[in-house]
């Protein structure tokens, strides 16, 4: 059945997100997979000084989808913050901070409490990699090292070899997550 106005839709699951916060269930859930955000983080490969493939971003989603935008976020928020001490990687900068809320809220606005279809996964493995990947990311790495803009090919190529794989491996954690809530 089609939504007759997916902003009312968002703005519901918005504030239905706002709530899980208040849940002790969603905040231990949520402090569990940032743990498990900062045990794949250990194992993210650097391909060069400004480009890395990482798998930290199913962790987040699956905070989105279970939990919501913000707590999706503000895992984001602790779990970078953490990372950064148990493995850094550069000088801190709050930019990367601000990537990983975003990611968490951008996940958490296309998957929490909606059922999983290939679609939607792509949808927001896509608004993450153009939001994050291709606009924020090399404007941080401008900032912090200079001339970063310079490998925004490399970054392309990697985004769309990475995307339909980031998508499959997303969809088939998240509908191992939906058959596990039905069961």
Not at 41 to 52: K, M, R
Not at 92 to 114: I, Q, R, V
Request: glycine fraction near 8%.
């Amino acid at each position: 059945m089609l939504e007759k106005n997916p902003f009312v839709s968002l703005a519901g699951r918005l504030r239905a997100g706002l709530e899980e916060i208040h849940r002790l269930s969603s905040m231990v859930g949520t402090a569990m997979l940032a743990a498990l955000h900062l045990v794949l983080n250990q194992f993210t490969f650097a391909v060069s000084q400004f480009l890395e493939i990482g798998f930290t971003f199913l962790a987040t989603a699956s905070a989105a989808y279970l939990y919501g935008p913000w707590l999706a976020g503000l895992m984001g928020i602790v779990a970078d913050t953490l990372g950064y001490f148990l493995r850094p990687n550069g000088t801190y900068f709050p930019g990367w901070t601000l990537n990983e809320f975003l990611l968490g809220f951008l996940y958490g606005c296309w998957l929490y409490k909606k059922p999983v279809t290939l679609w939607r996964t792509f949808a927001a493995c896509l608004s993450a990699v153009l939001l994050i990947n291709l606009c924020l990311t090399p404007l941080w790495l401008h900032l912090v090292y200079g001339n970063a803009f310079v490998i925004t090919g490399l970054r392309l190529v990697k985004n769309l070899i990475k995307l339909p794989i980031d998508t499959l491996l997303l969809y088939t954690l998240l509908k191992a997550l939906q058959a596990r809530r039905k069961g």
